[in-house]
């Protein structure tokens, strides 16, 4: 029996996201000279490709499909990503010099996306083979043993960061690898030895990417008051920089918008930043969208299906016994956690826009139907679960 609370939680999602992609895409439609329900469209045939998905998989036994489904993922989207860079325009046009998006007529499809679930299967699979029956390890040891994923991470790092200049994808991806070393034994002496490499790399390519530079600046124009009000050497005075506006442009539309949905929000189809104030508010600012239109509220209900799909996934992780169903489990409920943190930190100016879209809710094919993927892989897996005759976990 598959989990039916998690894939009730993932509906719920998938609905209100295309009731959004109608509602907050009405200045493009307009400017663009769309037809009203294009974006819905879009957006309808998406989910219905992403929930057929997911309830393909989830039907399927995973002791003989979830490896060869995994397995595939990892490695066509991994050379999907490296063939990119040498496919011709007409495919994969380059915009500001990135890569992203491979083009098929009407069909757009973003590789990362898959490869990001096909990488967690690959840590999953590797992971459950190599230290399962691990003990204590030295450093040197330790080292040398995940030496291999970090080799195959920092190739993901040169085609997403460099080639693809997709910051975002990378620093979710890195967030999960650190984590999945705790869970599989690494001592912390490693892992704070490697979140210790990992910011000095990531510090290394925002410095030497001007584009990401100015986006630092811009966000740290925002909170450098707050920040160094608060610290007494006056020494860091230096860090201060000048700057004419408040906020950025986006991110001042974004508070503004979250600010004027209230308790309540202004009403479906009522929102007012979305009428050429807030551009991609339907896709990466999509939760500003909805604080606007359905309030605080909307987005705390949002919230909170999202954190029961995390819990759900966990919990299916913390019940079966295979520990390469076990480490899937907890990869994808990583990715699905530091995706909507990094998204909601962004747009409400905690952190610098990553562009990372919000799972199952922001308009997009290629991370909902990769998303739902992921999901339909874990259902496959709950079937696994011990349950009582009620179908209850045990």
Request: hydrophobic share 55%; net charge positive; proline share 4%.
């Amino acid at each position: 029996m598959i989990d039916k609370p998690l894939l009730a939680a993932v509906i719920a999602l998938l609905t209100l996201s295309m009731v959004m992609s109608y509602s907050l895409s009405t200045y493009t439609v307009l400017h663009f000279h769309f037809s009203d329900f294009h974006f819905f469209f879009r957006q309808s045939i998406s989910i219905f490709i992403a929930f057929t998905s997911m309830v393909i998989l989830s039907k399927l036994d995973p002791d003989k499909w979830f490896a060869p489904v995994g397995l595939t993922l990892f490695l066509v989207f991994f050379l999907l990503m490296l063939a990119m860079q040498f496919m011709p325009a007409s495919l994969v046009k380059a915009v500001g010099g990135a890569k992203r998006w491979i083009h098929v007529g009407p069909i757009s499809l973003a590789p990362v996306e898959f490869f990001k679930v096909g990488f967690i299967f690959f840590l999953a699979w590797s992971f459950s083979r190599k230290f399962s029956q691990k003990n204590h390890m030295g450093f040197i040891e330790e080292l040398r043993s995940f030496m291999p994923y970090i080799i195959v991470f920092l190739a993901a790092v040169v085609i997403i960061a460099i080639f693809q200049k997709d910051l975002g994808q990378v620093v979710v991806l890195g967030a999960t690898l650190m984590v999945m070393f705790l869970f599989v034994g690494s001592s912390w002496k490693f892992f704070l030895t490697m979140l210790t490499g990992i910011f000095m790399a990531f510090i290394g390519l925002i410095f030497f990417a001007p584009h990401r530079m100015a986006r630092i600046k811009s966000w740290w124009s925002t909170v450098q008051d707050s920040i160094l009000s608060v610290l007494p050497f006056e020494q860091l005075e230096t860090l201060r920089v000048e700057t004419t506006a408040k906020e950025p442009y986006q991110i001042s539309n974004s508070l503004n918008a979250i600010h004027n949905g209230g308790i309540f929000g202004q009403g479906l189809g009522n929102g007012q930043f979305k009428l050429g104030y807030l551009s991609e508010v339907h896709t990466d600012f999509i939760l500003a969208g909805i604080t606007e239109e359905l309030g605080y509220l909307g987005l705390a209900l949002v919230t909170l299906t999202m954190l029961f799909i995390v819990f759900r996934i966990f919990k299916i992780a913390s019940k079966v016994k295979n520990p390469m169903y076990y480490l899937f489990s907890i990869g994808v409920g990583l990715l699905i956690s530091f995706a909507f943190i990094l998204n909601a930190y962004g747009i409400s100016g905690i952190t610098p826009i990553k562009g990372i879209a919000v799972p199952f809710l922001s308009y997009g094919g290629s991370h909902i139907i990769a998303a739902c993927v992921a999901i339909g892989m874990v259902l496959m897996i709950s079937k696994k679960v011990p349950r009582d005759r009620n179908g209850k976990m045990l």
